[in-house]
Nanobody
Framework: QVQLVESGGGLVQAGGSLRLSCVASGRTSASYAMGWFRQAPGKEREFVAGINYRGTTTYYGSSVKGRFTISRDNAKNTMYLQMATLKPEDTAVYYC?????????????????WGQGTQVTVSS
């Protein structure tokens, strides 16, 4: 079992930046690919970014590519999402997720563990 806890969400003006963190605990000795998803009210959960276990391969959703950067520090069991040039449409609850194995997936159903989420609100 792996437990995931997100932090770093908050209220920011459009054009601003935030950095989210996700700390993993539990069976962290195994190899896990990780990802960030988000869900706005009334919308489906959306893939934001993913990173493989070694941190050598990353994927981004089309709506955030070029603005967000995903990274991880396995020594600290922590994954990050640096968000820049934020827009009001980025407002959502952001979830951290992990899946067994080293490869990234863009599909939420492929992830085994989820955090509770952190709210990001971007004002116009």
């Amino acid at each position: 079992q792996v437990q995931l806890v997100e932090s770093g969400g908050g209220l920011v003006q459009a054009g601003g930046s935030l950095r989210l963190s996700c700390v993993a605990s539990g069976r962290t000795s195994a190899s896990y690919a990780m990802g960030w998803f988000r869900q706005a009210p009334g919308k489906e959960r959306e893939f934001v970014a993913g990173i493989n276990y070694r941190g050598t391969t990353t994927y981004y959703g089309s709506s955030v590519k070029g603005r967000f950067t995903i990274s991880r520090d396995n020594a600290k069991n922590t994954m990050y999402l640096q968000m820049a040039t934020l827009k009001p449409e980025d407002t959502a609850v952001y979830y951290c997720a992990a899946r067994q194995g080293s490869n990234v997936s863009t599909r939420a159903a492929h992830y085994d563990y989820w955090g509770q989420g952190t709210q990001v609100t971007v004002s116009s």
